[in-house]
């Protein structure tokens, strides 16, 4: 059997049965490692290599964490929310009829998608405006798996459609490895060929909103979110601290834009509320570490996925899975397009990365799709859908991971179970179709 798919699975295994996802990541890349053909020592030492590869996003996401906590401390998010229920209520009417479903699950798919292309700053949003709207979500007994959902489609689908903001990277790195590979595509058939992939993954989100979970599910709603002492009644607030809040908030945005670093962006942030006032400085060792508990799970996640994808990197046995594929493919178009699909869902769910992933996938894909016959736009299909599979449904991948830290800041979302197999099955199974009937069609 291939290291990769034995330790991939070892790890889905054991995260399946609520071990937590870093000792499964652990334990799967040590296991893959060994039987890799790597000794004790070299499983070690590639997989401390690659951990200290993650120690730029840990602390990008713990400071990200710091920051969105101090926006909570001044009022704004609640204030958001509160003025949101005010332009839907009518007089007389409770809070719960006030603020419909659907109002929520737009917001969020809305400004969801945004953060991929409009205001490229991926997961960023999401400790800022999930929290303070999960007590309104509780009202209302909306289903947080369906909210995960939402948020994992428009983390996902943007990119892999539209050229803009993480998208245009998306792009650049499926032409630039199909022309190493030995394709040459232009980019503007990229959006093309990924259209019928995309439009399984919102078939998928069809199917959760309107089926799988429109059901109402009971929360704990006397459960509160611990985001240091936010005013009660968040409709008062000064308006120097909301022109400092709003600024501060800009200016992450710019600086994540400009210098592509949560790091720096997030630290800008922070310096705008102190220095201004907004958050008082004798409150931020307090607020920084209730920002980097709430975040502090997926920045373990994605240093110990590091670690895992450096030792099945080492291993060599990517490639063997990538080639061994194709080994046993022959001529057949059908079952060539379904193993490639099939291969990049085992090594994206395995690293947690669709753009990691393609580089990995393409030096063989593009010579074996070429002698198949697919054409140019049917190549593209395949390379895009097999790295973007597995980004959905991977406990590794930031885009399971951010939807958990915000529906899990009162501590009633599973990562595994209300975020991963949800997303994994609304969103991989069609792209798997999708993404083959693409092939075939194009």
């Given at each position: ?204 989100l069809l199917i959760a909103i309107f089926i799988s979970y429109r059901k109402p ?38 600086v994540q834009s400009v210098l592509g670093s949560m790091v720096f962006s997030a ?176």
């Amino acid at each position: 059997m291939n290291a990769v798919i034995i330790a991939v699975l070892l790890m889905l295994i054991l995260s399946l049965f609520r071990i937590n996802v870093v000792f499964a990541l652990i334990v799967g890349g040590f296991v893959g490692g060994l039987l890799g053909g790597l000794s004790m020592d070299e499983v070690v030492t590639v997989f401390s290599d690659g951990v200290g590869a993650g120690a730029n996003i840990a602390l990008s996401y713990a400071l990200l964490g710091g920051f969105a906590v101090a926006i909570s401390y001044t009022g704004l998010p609640n204030l958001l929310v509160n003025q949101i229920v005010k332009l839907v209520s009518r007089k007389g009417e409770s809070r719960q009829q006030a603020l419909p479903k659907v109002i929520i699950v737009l917001a969020i798919l809305l400004i969801s998608c945004m953060s991929q292309n409009v205001v490229p700053v991926h997961i960023a949003f999401i400790p800022l405006l999930i929290p303070p709207l999960l007590m309104v979500m509780n009202e209302l007994k909306l289903d947080r798996r369906l909210i995960a959902s939402v948020l994992t489609f428009g983390l996902t689908a943007p990119y892999m459609l539209l050229p803009y903001g993480f998208g245009q990277i998306f792009h650049e790195v499926i032409a630039t490895n199909m022309e190493v590979g030995g394709l040459a595509v232009q980019r503007e058939d990229i959006p093309k060929a990924m259209l019928i992939p995309t439009i399984g993954m919102a078939a998928g989100l069809l199917i959760a909103i309107f089926i799988s979970y429109r059901k109402p599910r009971t929360y704990d709603a006397g459960i509160g979110i611990n985001v240091s002492d936010a005013e009660e009644n968040s409709d008062q607030i000064s308006t120097k601290n909301l022109v400092f809040t709003i600024l501060a908030i800009l200016a992450v945005l710019v600086v994540q834009s400009v210098l592509g670093s949560m790091v720096f962006s997030a630290m800008v942030g922070l310096l705008i509320l102190f220095v201004s006032g907004t958050v008082k400085l004798r409150d931020q060792d307090g607020l920084l570490i209730d920002g980097m508990k709430m975040m502090a799970f997926i920045g373990f996640v994605m240093i110990a996925a590091n670690g895992f994808a450096s030792i099945l990197t080492a291993t060599g046995d990517i490639e063997n899975l990538v080639s061994g594929a194709s080994s046993i493919i022959g001529d057949n178009k059908a079952i060539a397009a379904l193993l490639m699909l099939l291969v990049g869902l085992l090594v994206t769910m395995g690293i947690g990365s669709s753009f990691a992933t393609v580089p990995i996938i393409t030096v063989i894909f593009v010579p074996l799709a070429m002698e198949l016959g697919f054409s140019p736009l049917a190549t593209i299909a395949l390379i895009g859908t097999a790295g973007a599979l597995g980004d959905a449904g991977s406990p590794a991948s930031d885009s399971t991971l951010g939807p958990t830290a915000g529906l899990n800041a009162d501590g009633q979302h599973n990562h595994i179970w209300d975020t991963c197999v949800p997303t994994f099955i609304h969103f991989n199974i069609p792209l798997v179709l999708f993404g083959w009937a693409a092939a075939l069609l194009l």
